[in-house]
T-cell receptor, first 116, second 117 residues
Framework: AQTVTQSQPEMSVQEAETVTLSCTYDTSESDYYLFWYKQPPSRQMILVIRQEAYKQQNATENRFSVNFQKAAKSFSLKISDSQLGDAAMYFCAYNAGGTSYGKLTFGQGTILTVHP | GAVVSQHPSRVICKSGTSVKIECRSLDFQATTMFWYRQFPKQSLMLMAT?????????EQGVEKDKFLINHASLTLSTLTVTSAHPEDSSFYIC?????????????FGDGTRLSIL
């Protein structure tokens, strides 16, 4: 079974600074998808960024970028120029793709606090 | 953008009551929907996969008779918590895959907070 591990229960960052959230996963698949989701206090699930395993290039969405290391099974999220609105719980998630597409396995989550 | 509506957003009821939660795709057709459960400050756990016109597929450890799932149309899946007890209190979230857009990110509903007294 696939597992996703986020080893940082909580992280904090100063506004305008950069923070990196860690995620590792375990799978025997060669093709899969990885995601970072943001869950603010409203508990909405907001997609931050998505990476397809067959793509070597790291995904980027504005201030958010990932460091995808397939061999090491690592998928960290870097938030640049942190803003107060970035404060939330962040979940790393894995999806095997194919007929299992959509069935997400989530990590434990990291609570991010942004200090003004 | 694609919108998934989940209703009700919050429900409080007595032990022994059955509670139905609706997950509706408002502007797209969803052949597949998913139901997740989230305890406070914890991760989301997949409960089941709901496919239109067929029986739901439940994850290991999820009681089929406790959590009844029906996906009768391309825009609606329902989760019924039967004879709910306090331990069923949780946050339930649905998500939907848009038909014809395979391998695209799923769309999440806003969740239902269920409290059983």
């Amino acid at each position: 079974a696939q597992t996703v591990t986020q080893s940082q229960p909580e992280m904090s960052v100063q506004e305008a600074e950069t923070v990196t959230l860690s995620c590792t996963y375990d799978t025997s698949e060669s093709d899969y998808y990885l995601f970072w989701y943001k869950q603010p206090p409203s508990r909405q699930m907001i997609l931050v960024i998505r990476q397809e395993a067959y793509k070597q290039q790291n995904a980027t969405e504005n201030r958010f970028s990932v460091n995808f290391q397939k061999a090491a099974k690592s998928f960290s999220l870097k938030i640049s120029d942190s803003q107060l609105g970035d404060a939330a719980m962040y979940f790393c998630a894995y999806n095997a793709g194919g007929t299992s597409y959509g069935k997400l396995t989530f990590g434990q989550g990291t609570i991010l606090t942004v200090h003004p | 953008g694609a919108v998934v509506s989940q209703h009700p957003s919050r429900v409080i009821c007595k032990s022994g009551t059955s509670v139905k939660i609706e997950c509706r795709s408002l502007d797209f057709q969803a052949t597949t929907m998913f139901w997740y459960r989230q305890f406070p400050k914890q991760s989301l756990m997949l409960m089941a996969t709901s496919n239109e016109g067929s029986k739901a597929t439940y994850e290991q450890g999820v009681e089929k008779d406790k959590f009844l799932i029906n996906h009768a149309s391309l825009t609606l899946s329902t989760l019924t918590v039967t004879s709910a007890h306090p331990e069923d209190s949780s946050f339930y979230i649905c998500s939907a895959l848009e038909e014809g857009f395979s391998n695209q990110p799923q769309h999440f509903g806003d969740g239902t907070r269920l409290s059983i007294l």
